[in-house]
């Protein structure tokens, strides 16, 4: 049966190198361990290097109201020089491309949405690439449980009906 033009079936394995492909972590990993930490008074998980420089954090970031969904914020700190207008980051559980500049580089999303969910179900590496720069660390163990702490519970009523009096 043929493929569709530019399809990951014609287009080979090269284009796809970046891919995350294991849930164990590569000795490509930098090493380094996560940490519970704050950025600008939110929790977060922090990833630091062996000399202790932190290298990516994920922050929830709580949006206040009752009925406002949380925010997560993904942070890679890296030289703004050698960043690019975009990153794309890399997970075991999917690939997101995100619009960036300056650094650090910082990628906020609902924690519901598709890439909040990607991180917390991110097992083996996490890939970054922008511009000149790159970086892998080993995915967060407990990343699954921060980022479902982070969405509120949401209590959904149904309207109360004229007809149930």
Not at 1 to 29: D, H, K, R, W
Request: proline share 5%.
């Amino acid at each position: 049966m043929p493929v569709p033009p530019g399809s990951q079936a014609e287009l080979g394995e090269s284009e796809f190198a970046n891919a995350i492909t294991s849930t164990e972590a590569s000795e490509n990993a930098l090493e380094g361990s996560w940490s519970e930490g704050s950025i600008s008074g939110n929790d977060a998980l922090i990833f630091s290097d062996v000399e202790e420089n932190e290298q990516v954090a994920v922050a929830c970031i709580e949006n206040g109201g009752e009925r406002d969904m949380n925010s997560v914020t993904f942070r890679w700190y890296v030289d703004a020089e050698d960043t690019g207008d975009s990153v794309d980051i890399f997970t075991s559980a999917g690939a997101k491309s995100f619009g960036v500049s300056g650094s650090p580089v910082d990628v906020t999303v609902s924690a519901a949405d598709p890439f909040a969910v990607m991180l917390a179900a991110a097992r083996g590496d996490i890939r970054m690439n922008s511009g000149a720069a790159s970086l892998v660390v080993p995915a967060a163990e407990g990343m699954g449980d921060f980022i479902n702490t982070c969405r509120p519970d949401y209590v959904v009523e149904a309207p109360e009906s004229e007809d149930e009096e």
